[in-house]
Every structure is written in C-alpha cells, then in structure tokens.
C-alpha cells in the first residue's frame, strides 16, 4: 500500500518537470506552471466542473515526474512510444491511486481545450519574446480547438461560447 507521504511526493514531483526541454526557449516552464494554467483556464470556460474533474485536470502530468515529458510529437509519431507510456501511466495509477475519474465526458472535453489553450498562450509568449520556434505550434493548436469544437458543439453550450471568444470569433 502506498503511503500519503509517497503520495505528495510522486504528486508534488510530477510538477517539477521541465516542459518542452526538446526545443529551444526563451522562458522555461515546468508542469506546475502549465497544471495550473489549464485547470484556471477549465474551470474558467466551465464554471460547473466537479472537484474531482479540477483535481484529474490539476494532476493531468502528474506520472511525468516518472516518465519525464515525453514530447506530443514523439508519441504522434512513434505510436510504440505512446503505448509503452501508457503502459507506464496505467502502472503508476495503479500503484498511486491518485487520479480521480472525469465526472462526465465533457469535462474531460474540457480539459483538453485548456490545454491547448495553455500551450497556445505559452508559444505566443515565446513568439511574442522572438522565438519564432513556435509559431506553427499556435495555429496548430488553434486547429485542434476548433475540431473538438466542430466535433461537439451539440452539446457543450456555455463552454464553447466561451471558446470562441477566447479563440476571437463569433463562431469556428
């Protein structure tokens, strides 16, 4: 049985790990910084998230402090790699008990939607700070803001209105 100090400190590690270490920056982010960025961003589209979506969208990286982050392109193009990760994941939740289930499939719409929002704020910044490193990354995940918006508009309401004006439009 895992103890609850073992518990805070696979917890509390998870958040100290770098993010994009595979590309140059100008301003180093750590997973912390982006849990916290997407969990304000989640619960600011969707005001009626449960605790345990928030707590699931806080600790979304939380196994990275194990794995390390192992780059969405990686995983994109080497489909092995993203099940050997999974694989891992689905070990260390097992042994730490820690992430709590989506409270609906909306919510966990939700957080990738803020997720893609967080990385997008995060390239703009670096865009915006000169490293033109990111700059196809802010369209992309514009792109893929609109496809889970276009794939669900039916019924997700007040979260998409609140998409759309954070992406700027009156509709995708």
């Known amino acids: 049985m895992t103890t609850i100090k073992e518990k805070v400190d696979f917890a509390l590690k998870g ?7 595979t590309r140059p920056l100008i301003h180093r982010q750590n997973n912390a910084e982006h849990q916290y ?4 961003i989640a619960a600011l589209l ?12 806080l600790w979304h ?3 990275e ?13 080497w489909p092995d790699l993203k099940v050997a990760v999974t694989k891992a994941e ?11 289930q989506f409270a609906s499939e909306q919510d966990k719409i939700t957080l990738k939607i803020a997720e893609y929002f967080d990385v997008m ?8 700070l000169g490293n033109t490193e990111f700059l196809g990354t802010i369209q992309e995940c514009v792109d893929l803001i609109e496809t889970l918006v276009m794939q ?21």
């Open 15 to 21: 958040g100290t790990v770098e993010r994009f270490h």
């Open 37 to 40: 960025g997407v969990v304000t």
């Open 46 to 57: 969707d005001t009626e998230l449960s605790k345990q979506s928030l707590l699931r969208m």
């Open 61 to 63: 990286d939380v196994h």
């Open 65 to 77: 402090g194990q794995t390390g982050d192992i780059p969405y392109y990686s995983k994109l193009n």
């Open 90 to 100: 689905s070990e260390l939740d097992a042994k730490y008990n820690l992430l709590p």
């Open 121 to 128: 704020i995060f390239c703009s910044k670096e865009t915006y």
């Open 152 to 172: 669900y508009d039916t019924f997700y309401g007040t979260v998409f209105l609140n998409t759309y004006e954070l992406l700027d439009r009156k509709s995708v």
